[in-house]
């Protein structure tokens, strides 16, 4: 654990060099999120509706800043990490030391991404608060926030593994972004499509991390909805694990360390 | 403490033709090609050796420290190293390992190398106080102490190097391989970590695997060299036994001060290499005393041993051929 840890410090370390790309960074989610707010804002007033499925205008504004936010702690690093290492042979010099690549990868994830997961986790712990929800409520969705934190990570750790076959990971990243924005309900809430689609879509990891999650945040849902998805969550988690490490099994005697 | 039995792999490479064609070709169908790697390699090391593998480009070496290191997998064959079986790659396996990988590095780019150190000191579960004393040993001795806080990315390549191997040694592994570990390093910094391997070696029974393009660095650090080519150990033996197998028997350089043969040489066959300086060749069937001889006009004469570069330089030709 301790060796993990570490992992996770130097990261942060390094994280804190780049003053100039963090500011970068959040200062073109803040413009996304306005973009999308106001064309939202433009669909409420140009049509003269107060709601839309079961949406108020503050309610979607609500939804659309959080899943937005959360966007930025659940992102795809991940998955070209591994591809660049592999791509560059800088994969050897991990597999050389008594560490498992996994928790490793996750480590160094939870440290690049430990100033955006705080901010996020005391948006949400205030946005529960402030709707008046029990403790009981409080203690689900932290419990959910984490599993889904979990869900998320594994499935970018899968898709990473694709690295030990193909070149170049980056033509992955729009493809992953698209789905992301669209079956996450980053663009609008997923609910407001059909309910047979949503049925499917809403178990679905990204829908999981986007949609469920700001709906769980925003208290619109109950006590057993959380319990429900955090079910399907830590199915999510054990397929998930298992796939990688079938996979990470495949890919590590495919490869060859080369590259400079 | 290693061996490796009948070890062979095999990677995949594809072949692209020239030009616009070509690379349409190679976009629908891909001609894919296998190329031999290593070919029944045999190969024992022992503890505190210090083995250096020599090879052409292309010849296997790389291939060899990745099979050993548990990096990839042989095809055919097995490796026995320290009991383990590399490629499980078991935490007590590479904890028992140090490498260095001349152009790959494991120092964190923005960071000062104590930061990489720490995290080492964490990962190999080194005690506070074994950590202290050894990185005060592994800085004064390759003299980098001073740079120690200093942003890797700072630090010149040589400085960099060192880094790498106080990383590669800072939980006292019970071998070493390093792969190209002086690439780019001046001759200052290079007889430093000469030196300090030696050192590591005598004090601590390390078990050291060292491949180089550098004849400098196999001639200076191993005692046992093994020469690969096109994926086969063609030789494998000590630099003594080498020389010995390649020097020109009964042959003697002679060094004079006047541009003429100090002694009588109607017996004799002689070469005169340039300018006061001359190559004696001598009778296998007389008593080779010298007659007649000039000791003033002698600067020295030494028995000819070729040098190391020359006698690789040769058996590398001579495989080719």
């Given at each position: ?94 597999l050389l030391r008594p560490i498992h690549l996994l928790y490793e990868s996750f480590a ?118 959380i319990l429900y998805y955090c079910l399907i969550t830590l199915i999510w988690i054990v ?22 | ?321």
């Amino acid at each position: 654990m301790n060796k993990y840890l570490r992992i996770l410090y130097s990261q942060i370390s390094s994280q804190l060099i780049y003053k100039f790309d963090t500011c970068v960074k959040l200062a073109l989610k803040v413009m996304q999120i306005l973009t999308t707010v106001f064309i939202w804002k433009a669909i409420y007033i140009s049509n003269e509706y107060n709601y839309i499925g079961e949406y108020s205008y503050n309610n979607m504004i609500m939804y659309i800043i959080l899943a937005n936010v959360a966007s930025v702690i659940f992102s795809f690093e991940p998955c070209f990490r591994l591809g660049t290492l592999i791509h560059s042979g800088k994969l050897t010099t991990l597999l050389l030391r008594p560490i498992h690549l996994l928790y490793e990868s996750f480590a160094r994830y939870m440290g690049s991404k430990i100033l955006e997961v705080t901010v996020y986790l005391i948006l949400a712990f205030f946005m529960i608060n402030a709707q008046g929800a029990d403790i009981l409520y409080v203690f689900f969705a932290l419990i959910f926030l984490l599993l889904a934190f979990l869900m998320f990570f594994m499935c970018v750790s899968v898709i990473s593994t694709i690295g030990f076959w193909i070149i170049q990971m980056w033509p992955l990243r729009s493809i992953l972004t698209a789905i992301y924005l669209l079956m996450g309900g980053l663009y609008f809430p997923l609910d407001l499509l059909p309910k047979p689609y949503y049925m499917v879509l809403s178990v679905t990891p990204f829908a999981i991390v986007g949609h469920v999650l700001t709906k769980v945040l925003t208290c619109q849902v109950e006590n057993t909805f959380i319990l429900y998805y955090c079910l399907i969550t830590l199915i999510w988690i054990v397929f998930l694990y298992y796939i990688y490490n079938i996979l990470l099994s495949k890919g590590l005697k495919k490869y060859e360390g080369m590259g400079n | 403490m290693i061996e490796c039995k009948n070890v062979s792999y095999k990677y995949e490479t594809f072949e692209k033709k020239a030009g616009l064609k070509g690379s349409i070709l190679d976009f629908g169908k891909r001609e894919k090609k296998e190329v031999t790697a290593l070919d029944d390699i045999n190969l024992s090391i022992v503890e505190g050796d210090i083995i250096g593998i020599l090879g052409p480009n292309g010849a296997g070496k790389t291939t060899l420290i990745k099979l050993l290191t548990g990096i990839i997998k042989p095809q055919q064959g097995t490796i026995d190293s320290l009991g383990c079986n590399p490629f499980s790659k078991t935490p007590n396996y590479l904890s028992q390992i140090g490498v260095v990988l001349g152009q790959k590095t494991q120092l964190i780019w923005d960071l000062p190398a104590f930061e990489t150190l720490k995290m080492l000191q964490a990962i190999y579960n080194v005690s506070n106080a074994s950590f202290s004393v050894r990185l005060k040993y592994l800085t004064e001795k390759l003299q980098i102490a001073d740079k120690l806080f200093i942003p890797v990315r700072k630090l010149s390549l040589g400085e960099r190097i060192k880094f790498e191997l106080v990383c590669s040694v800072i939980h006292s592994p019970k071998v070493l391989f390093l792969d190209e570990p002086t690439i780019g390093v001046d001759i200052v910094s290079q007889y430093a970590i000469y030196d300090f391997l030696h050192e590591l070696n005598s004090k601590e029974k390390t078990t050291i695997i060292l491949t180089s393009h550098y004849m400098n660095d196999i001639e200076k650090m191993a005692n046992r060299i093994a020469v690969i080519i096109k994926g086969k150990i063609v030789k494998e033996s000590t630099i003594d036994e080498i020389r010995k197998e390649y020097s020109t028997q009964n042959c003697y350089i002679i060094e004079t001060k006047e541009n003429k043969i100090p002694f009588d040489a109607k017996a004799y066959r002689i070469e005169r290499i340039e300018s006061c300086k001359y190559k004696l060749y001598l009778n296998e069937d007389s008593e080779n005393i010298l007659n007649n001889v000039n000791i003033s006009n002698i600067v020295s004469i030494r028995e000819e041993v070729p040098k190391l570069e020359e006698i690789i330089f040769k058996m590398f030709t001579q495989e080719n051929q």
